[in-house]
């Protein structure tokens, strides 16, 4: 035997000593023999796979000196670690952050998307005098007692509104006695009933110049602050019973179908500059019916701008005093944010927003973030005192609506509502701040977006019609076109691919042919070695 197999058959022997069953000189031998044989063949075609291999530098490794060897080897070691590398990074780069929102175009046409809801709240919520002669058919009003603390009940109502609902806590305080007589009043009739009429608030109103009914405009509309009135809003209760399909028709999300649903197509523009949009004219407010300092505005109206699936934000309203000559000019220009469909193909935790689509509110059909939040904190009342928000449409549980003998309830828990809960462990809130926020988290953006960004004056004006009807609205277009942004994979499972493929090509000169080649060598060489083994 060679010096080779001595060192084989020494190796064989303890092997067999130690873990095989006792055999024969002879069987050792032949089983010496037959496993140099086999270990010859397998090196055989190991070197034939090195000297025929696609990776570049392995075929140098096939009958070079030990020298030549060794430094091929550490050279094929270290590409293939800096390959690694860099694969790695490509893929934490996919897995972190998948999508990216970049300008799309910076004059999007205006005809494209609908003109922005206008939502016109007015300063006086319950009406004094109506208001009276609603309780007093459940209370005798025969003193100045009595009086003050009814007119305390509605101050409390008027007040009752996001995100200032502390407001009312000192009216709650002096009408504690008088709350429990009011148990069976239903407090969205009362609220609708006290609230100034359209033909009561609104004088004239004008579209592109063009005087329109401003009562068969403007819709009864649903708002953390009571009940309002909405221009060309699918939220307000003439446009709530337009379906999904509908909405996202409007804001140009979907293509469009042949079916037009009555009274959900939306009014647009394409008009720029003052008295091009919205005017409207409003009536002197009737301060015999205001409870002064008893309501957020002494006089006058809230505007509030928002798109036409998004209730409007109470918190956000702009106020338009009700002063003779006073003119409130707004310009608007739509931002819109738009997602690719290749998005939607990730999971929600993954991309970050929720397509409108996706999930359902009870408050609304569409979901966007803003609505959620106002669910969000209509829950967190229903959990601390056990009935709805008269605000909004409530789901058909069981639970009741809350009255005025719940304002103590709503009063106390509401401090809750007014800030969210950040991430744990996000520095700079106080133990006492997180304690009171609420946790809203479930709530996160929508993928389909329009906001607006405004731009107001207001000042006297010279119009005779002005002066006649006091407050004057214009609201109107401020840009010829709109910003569009587009959230898009950044780094999608193909370009991972080709990216993982250019390095491994730039380090090893790699490709898919070449891991078939691996493959197809590691196979053959394991299935002819255990065939001669077998032999």
């Given at each position: 035997m060679s010096p080779n197999d001595d060192d084989i058959f020494r190796r064989w022997t303890t092997l067999r000593r130690n873990f095989l069953p006792r055999m024969s000189p002879a069987a050792v031998q032949l089983s010496v023999g037959r496993a140099a044989t086999v270990a010859k063949s397998s090196c055989v075609l190991i070197d034939e796979y090195t000297s025929h291999s696609t990776v570049h530098g392995m075929r140098y490794i096939s009958k070079a000196s030990l020298l030549e060897k060794i430094f091929w080897i550490t050279m094929l070691t270290i590409c293939g670690l800096s390959?690694?590398?860099?694969?790695?990074?490509?893929w934490l780069k996919f897995r972190s952050k998948p999508t990216q929102l970049a300008v799309k175009?910076?004059?999007?046409?205006?005809?494209e998307f609908p003109f922005p809801s206008i939502t016109i709240c007015p300063a006086i919520k319950v009406k004094k005098t109506v208001g009276l002669e609603y309780f007093s058919r459940y209370i005798s009003i025969d003193n100045d007692t009595v009086r003050t603390g009814l007119l305390n009940i509605m101050s409390a109502l008027s007040t009752m509104?996001?995100?200032?609902?502390f407001r009312m806590a000192e009216y709650v305080d002096k009408a504690k006695h008088l709350l429990p007589l009011f148990r069976n009043i239903n407090l969205t009739d009362f609220m609708l009933t006290t609230l100034p009429t359209c033909n009561e608030l609104f004088g004239r109103c004008k579209w592109h110049g063009e005087i329109i009914s401003c009562c068969e405009e403007f819709s009864l509309q649903r708002t953390e602050e009571g009940f309002c009135y909405s221009f060309n809003s699918l939220t307000s209760e003439a446009g709530k019973h337009c379906p999904l399909s509908e909405v996202l028709e409007n804001e140009g999300i979907v293509e469009e179908d042949d079916y037009m649903y009555p009274g959900c197509q939306l009014r647009r523009n394409t008009a720029v500059g003052t008295v091009t949009g919205l005017e409207v004219f409003l009536y002197k407010t009737n301060m015999s019916e205001s409870l002064g300092l008893g309501q957020r505005d002494i006089d006058g109206a809230r505007i509030m701008i928002h798109t036409s699936y998004q209730f409007p934000n109470a918190g956000d309203g702009i106020w338009l005093r009700s002063e003779q000559g006073r003119r409130l000019n707004i310009m608007i220009s739509p931002v819109?944010?738009?997602?690719?469909?290749?998005?939607?193909?990730l999971s929600v935790e993954t991309r970050g927003c929720v397509f409108p689509d996706e999930r359902e509110l009870y408050i609304y059909h569409v979901y966007t973030q803003s609505s959620c939040l106002i669910q969000c904190r209509m829950e967190f009342i229903?959990?601390?005192?056990?009935?709805?928000?008269?605000?909004?449409?409530?789901p058909d549980d069981g639970k009741p609506m809350c009255g005025i003998a719940?304002?103590?309830?709503?009063?106390?828990?509401?401090?809750?509502?007014r800030m969210l809960t950040p991430p744990k462990g996000t520095p700079g809130f106080e133990a006492r701040l997180i304690r009171d926020s609420l946790d809203c988290s479930q709530c996160i953006p929508t993928c389909y977006e329009t906001t607006h960004e405004i731009e107001m004056e207001s000042s006297p004006d010279q119009r005779t019609s002005v002066w006649k009807l006091f407050s004057y609205l214009d609201v109107a277009y401020g840009n010829l076109g709109s910003k569009k942004y587009q959230r898009d994979i950044t780094f999608a499972w193909t370009d991972l691919l080709v990216a993982l493929g250019g390095v491994a090509n730039l380090f090893l000169g790699f490709s898919i042919l070449s891991v078939?080649?691996?493959?197809y060598w590691t196979l053959k060489i394991c299935v002819i070695t255990f065939i001669r083994l077998c032999k």
């Open positions: 390959a690694c590398y860099i694969g790695n990074q490509f175009d910076t004059h999007v046409p205006l005809y509104q996001q995100p200032t609902y819109i944010t738009v997602t690719s469909s290749r998005v939607k193909d229903l959990y601390t005192c056990g009935c709805h928000m008269y605000f909004f449409i409530t719940d304002l103590t309830c709503i009063n106390h828990n509401t401090r809750h509502i078939v080649e691996f493959i």
